[in-house]
């Protein structure tokens, strides 16, 4: 069965996934499994085999989101020595409750009220294999 461009349940080459979606973009929230609230779940996992580095992303939260800088070509972004940043120059993955979560009573809920400590927890482990 062909797998969608947005498919990560297994490693996949994120290049190769984008190349089946109109337009190249992802900007996608992820449910993530595992147990429930306020455990460790493994959200993701890069590796670049060029450089044999690694990053491990686990968290609390329910889910990820997933951009994939399509849109840095909107404006020019400079860095660090003038480096200018192109579309598709970089991602994050940012984790956190699913969008519209007040307006979906079936999402996990994110209401806060007085008193109440809001906590989660993310860590992000980079290593090189």
């Given at each position: 069965m062909a797998r969608s461009g947005l498919d990560f349940r297994e490693g996949a080459v994120i290049g190769q996934n984008m190349d089946k979606l109109a337009g190249r973009w992802i900007d996608h929230n992820?449910?993530?499994?595992?147990?429930?609230?306020?455990?460790?779940?493994?959200?993701?996992?890069?590796?670049?085999?060029?450089?044999?580095?690694?990053?491990?992303?686990?968290?609390?939260?329910?889910?990820?989101?997933?951009?994939?800088?399509?849109?840095?070509?909107?404006k020019a972004w400079f860095g660090r020595n003038g480096y200018k940043y192109e579309e598709f120059g970089g991602l994050c993955l940012e984790t956190q409750h699913f969008p519209d979560s007040p307006n979906k009573p079936h999402f996990p809920s994110i209401r806060l009220d007085p008193e109440d400590v809001y906590k989660q927890k993310t860590i992000h482990r980079f290593s090189t294999r």
């Open positions: 992820f449910v993530l499994s595992g147990e429930g609230r306020g455990k460790y779940k493994k959200a993701a996992e890069l590796y670049d085999p060029a450089s044999g580095r690694v990053m491990e992303v686990e968290t609390t939260q329910p889910a990820i989101q997933f951009y994939n800088g399509f849109k840095l070509s909107n």
